[in-house]
């Protein structure tokens, strides 16, 4: 556990970068401080471990003051994760990697299964990487060695100071996911830095939102979207906020859970007395086993007339895994312009069914229950 109390960074100059700050962050937690440069998020972080002294107030670290610990075994027992990643040039990647069980005096023994461990969980074989150097790897495999690096001793704390911010789009995204996978199975507790809102919505247990060494609102992502606290987190957040809370919920929050479905092997006849009988337009197709097979529309049963499900069903449809947030299930929606989409598990089995206005009524409940979709905050 960490806990800030009334924390304060004053500088020789007279600038105040840090004004008493005062939140907790409880273990296993990964809590994102947040907000535009110059707030003193990044020095925040850094007194954590000491790398800055602190000028006033209280770090406490499982209890303890973290200026009546020793400092080099202090910033032993917290993992620490750069932008700009810091790896060494002239080590290998399995060097690099065991620098601070090195400095914790771990046998050579140790210290070579650790960086495989470490290599395995962020998806590079070992075989191929624990002997090559920097120079050889691309960014992003750099920054997975330098979030592995933070990782060699196993310290229960880890601090990352943008620790994406200097790769491209795509990896930086794919980064973001294999790592949310991967705090799912380790449980840190985690400091984690970004000028992003919607990195820090997708990463964070909680947000700190700090604007000129203040903090301004500490709180779950979903709250700080929901009911900002001031207008200046309001126009932070962004005036689709709306849309990033599709973010923070999952298709099975939305979908329908036994949706009717037809066999391929359906005369077309009877199925269009279902759709008759239900009142809809579509039924989802699916194969023994439950298998999502496609879709069939009411306009191509009368169209075909004779026959079966498999002469007039359409296969090449968009489908959401369950797990899925409700933002890229949207865009899977547009994408097909469709307002309706099937749910399946990893096995492609039918799930449930995820449609547009289930989806809009489910943001509405949110916001309503919140103070409504676009409150007016106090300055």
Known sequence: ??????????????????KGVTFEIKEGE??????????????????????????????????????????????????????????FPHMTVGENIATVPTLKKWSDEEKKERARNLLNLMGMDPDEFIDKYPSELSGGQRQRVGVARSLGADPPIMLMDEPFGAIDPIT???????????????????????????EAIKMGD???LLKEGKLIQYSQP???????????????????????????????????????VVKEDQDLESVGRIMEEEGVNYLIVVE????????INRE??????????????????????????????????????VANIPVVDGNNSLRGLLTFN??????GETYTESGGKHPEVPR
């Not at 556990?1 to 105040?16: A, C, F, H, R, S």
């Not at 930086?172 to 000028?195: A, C, G, S, W, Y």
């Open 222 to 260: 979903a709250e700080l979207l929901a009911a900002p606290k001031n207008r200046f987190v309001r126009d932070f957040v962004g005036s689709d906020r709306t849309l990033k809370s599709l973010r923070l919920m999952k298709v099975d929050e939305a979908m329908k859970e036994s949706p009717r």
């Open 172 to 198: 930086r995204d794919r980064l973001q996911d294999e790592f949310l996978k991967i705090q799912n199975e380790i449980q840190k507790t985690i400091v984690f830095v970004t000028h992003d809102i919607n």
């Open 288 to 295: 023994n086993g439950n298998k999502l097979k496609g879709w």
């Open 1 to 18: 556990m960490i806990k800030l109390e009334n924390v304060k960074k004053v500088y020789q100059d007279g600038t105040e970068a840090v």
């Open 358 to 363: 289930d989806l809009q009524g489910l943001i």
């Open 30 to 87: 990964l809590c994102v401080l947040l907000g535009p440069s110059g707030c003193g998020k990044t020095t925040t972080m850094k007194m954590i471990n000491r790398l800055i002294p602190i000028t006033e107030g209280h770090i406490y670290i499982d209890g303890t003051d973290n200026r009546e610990m020793d400092e080099n075994e202090l910033r032993r027992e917290m993992g620490y994760a750069i932008q700009e990643i810091g790896l």
């Open 300 to 337: 191509d049963v009368e169209e075909t007339g004779q026959g079966k499900v498999t002469d007039a069903m359409v296969t090449d449809t968009g489908a959401a895994e369950i797990g899925t947030n409700l933002a890229d299930a949207l865009t899977v929606m547009l994408e097909r312009d």
């Open 206 to 208: 909680k947000v700190a």
